[in-house]
């Protein structure tokens, strides 16, 4: 008989919270570019979405998996049997390379190489991430757009994961700090997802933007830009 993946966290619901009600178990699987999962409980429905990537995990794994989210969502620590078994399934070189390839797929889009005529994107995302974010960013696909727009200057895509720069950022007049700037703000996108508000849909929310003051030498990143 095969468990399905719902069945499988509720068994460890039940072992890790033996005397809690059993809530209602809302699972489904996402094409998310990277193997990525999220949980949350709220008013006795555990919604759990996880990466497609993951849909054809051996039931150890899915059962590791299950109390890595669970713990997470409870904030105790993870067991470290768990923990080694999932990254151990995640390293396997198969699943390394289906990965890949769903990566491949679906970041065929329009973008060229990070690294650009002046300048290397991954190495700026490496440097923000450590000042603004701890270095705890995982890293989009990050590339330039092959034209190079004025009024665009970036964007993040989340089906993606990827932040593309519009090229005309990459050239020796343009200052470091304005590219810093535009991508840190695409950073924010990826880390502060939009909100939705009943029919609106808020893209610069209030946690965004106070998240973007942070950034050193912000008017001055803001008339480089104004400038371009
Ligand atoms: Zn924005």
């Excluded at 593309?164 to 840190?184: G, H, N, T, W």
Aim: net charge positive; glycine share 4%; with cysteine.
């Amino acid at each position: 008989m095969v468990t399905s993946s719902a069945q499988i966290f509720s068994r460890v619901f039940r072992l890790l919270r033996p005397r809690t009600p059993l809530p209602r178990i809302d699972l489904e699987f996402r094409a998310y570019a990277n193997a990525n999962a999220k949980i949350k409980l709220d008013q006795g429905l555990l919604e759990v979405r996880l990466a497609d990537t993951l849909a054809g995990a051996p039931e150890q794994v899915m059962e590791a998996l299950a109390e890595i989210l669970l713990c997470k969502l409870w904030r105790r620590p993870v067991p470290e049997s768990s923990n080694a078994r999932y990254r151990r399934f995640l390293n396997q070189r198969e699943v390394r390379r289906n990965l890949d390839l769903v990566r491949q797929i679906r970041g065929r889009k329009r973008v060229e190489p990070a690294q650009g005529e002046c300048y290397d994107l991954d190495a700026i995302f490496e440097d923000l991430n450590f000042r603004y974010f701890f270095g705890l960013m995982a890293r989009p696909v990050l590339g330039w757009s092959p034209n190079a727009s004025r009024t665009l200057l970036g964007h993040y895509d989340p089906p993606h994961n990827a932040i593309v720069l519009s090229r005309i950022l990459d050239r020796a007049e343009v200052p470091k700090l304005a590219v810093e700037y535009v991508l840190f703000h695409e950073m924010l996108h990826l880390r502060y997802p939009a909100e939705h508000r009943g029919a609106r849909r808020c893209v610069h929310t209030v946690a965004f933007k106070q998240a973007e003051k942070q950034f050193e030498r912000l008017r001055e990143a803001k008339a480089l830009l104004k400038a371009l």
